[in-house]
């Protein structure tokens, strides 16, 4: 009678790749034969694609079953994109698999909207120790961490063995004015107890409501597809958004970063997809203008919804150095939400959003007379392994 050994091996290599790790462990002990092919590095490789989608080319340090059973096997499931817990002020994480290391890269705005977001080494975790060495801040003081994941949620906890230290090196090494300052004090709150990072995961183009399509299946240009967008907050520098649909009928733009009026996680802006907004009539371009017109329903299609001029209202804040097209090919009515520090007495108040295009969208605050510029955060971040279902945004 013929036996599974009795294949050839390159066909039980194959067969193995379909196997769970802790099968795999437990079939290494049964013969020499089948403990040789699991020791098989080629094997390891695909099983580290396999189940954590890292580049098997990036494994330079150790060998692929070490880099596997020393780190991926406890850390590779936190693999992906998160919003920092850090009081009002938020942050987004990614954590990455690069060169036998697992980064959390902070990614934060530049003071310039048009420049991409800069990156900063938030932890490292070293796979080619034994056991693998967790650190903060490896760049600019290296001192110890631990990182534990609820695999439930997907929900990380960072604990540092030196907050205060780690807190004063922030400082030593950025200096960016009384807004940094705050956000460094409550992150010293968080760090001795635990920083949360929670899930993030990105909508893709298919996320947008399918009564929004043509009858081609297509989508009209005159609506956005989701994702991160960077925006001016005036006195509050660029805040990371993240630009989602609710329904057919309205899109939230969502702070994956804040203020201490509006806080991380909380809504910024609400986009009425039903609800177009009319241009100014003739030369009338003013705030008062603008609010004086009356939300009416769609009419029309929305790859109807004409093309139109667009210049800032008179009287309305924008940030220096901004260029403003000059056309835009949608406006719609919508509501932005304000509140006093500690986000006290939040409302929402009225706002016209304009669509220049799919990367670049306007927000016109009526009672605040300033006008918002947001530009979409246009790189690839690492996955989320853990599939939670739905993003903590």
């Not at 890269?105 to 693998?132: C, H, R, Y």
């Not at 929402?348 to 300033?370: C, E, H, R």
């Amino acid at each position: 009678m013929l036996s599974i050994l009795d294949l050839p091996q390159n066909v039980l290599l194959v067969i193995l790749q379909l196997c769970k790790v802790k099968d795999l462990m437990a079939l290494s002990t049964t013969c020499s034969l089948l403990y040789h092919l699991i020791k098989d590095q080629l094997l390891w490789k695909k099983l580290c694609f396999r189940d954590f989608h890292v580049y098997p080319e990036a494994c330079e340090k150790a060998s692929y079953e070490t880099v596997y059973k020393n780190f991926l096997h406890r850390y590779g499931y936190m693999l992906g994109l998160y919003q920092s817990q850090i009081g009002p002020y938020g942050g987004l994480l990614e954590i990455r698999f690069k060169a036998g290391l697992i980064e959390g890269v902070l990614w934060e705005p530049n003071a310039d909207l048009m420049e991409p977001l800069k990156e900063s080494t938030a932890f490292s975790i070293d796979g080619s120790k034994v056991p693998a060495k967790c650190l903060c801040i490896p760049s600019i003081f290296p001192h110890e961490c631990s990182l534990n994941i609820d695999k439930r949620n997907g929900t990380i906890t960072q604990c540092c063995s030196d907050y205060k230290k780690h807190i004063q090196a922030l400082r030593d090494a950025n200096h960016e004015g009384t807004g940094y300052s705050m956000k460094l004090i409550f992150l010293n709150d968080v760090l001795g107890s635990g920083l949360i990072h929670r899930p993030m995961i990105l909508p893709l183009p298919n996320d947008i409501p399918s009564e929004l399509k043509r009858m081609d299946g297509s989508f009209p240009r005159q609506i956005i597809t989701p994702g991160l967008f960077k925006g001016t907050y005036s006195s509050h520098g660029i805040e990371i958004l993240l630009f989602k649909y609710k329904d057919e009928h309205e899109m939230h733009g969502l702070k994956v970063t804040g203020d201490d009026n509006v806080p991380a996680s909380k809504i910024s802006v609400k986009i009425l997809l039903g609800y177009p907004a009319d241009a100014p009539l003739n030369d009338k371009n003013t705030i008062s203008d603008l609010s004086a017109i009356e939300p009416r329903s769609r009419q029309v299609p929305l790859d109807q919804i004409p093309e139109q001029a667009f210049s800032v209202p008179a009287g309305c804040h924008v940030d220096p150095g901004i260029q403003i097209p000059s056309r835009c090919i949608a406006r719609y009515h919508g509501y932005g939400q304000i509140a006093y520090d500690g986000f006290q007495h939040p409302s929402y108040i009225p706002t016209q959003v304009i669509i220049f295009n799919n990367d670049l969208l306007g927000v016109i605050w009526m009672k605040l007379s300033a006008f918002s510029v947001f530009t979409r955060v246009d790189q690839t971040f690492t996955s989320n392994i853990i599939k939670t279902g739905e993003s903590y945004l």
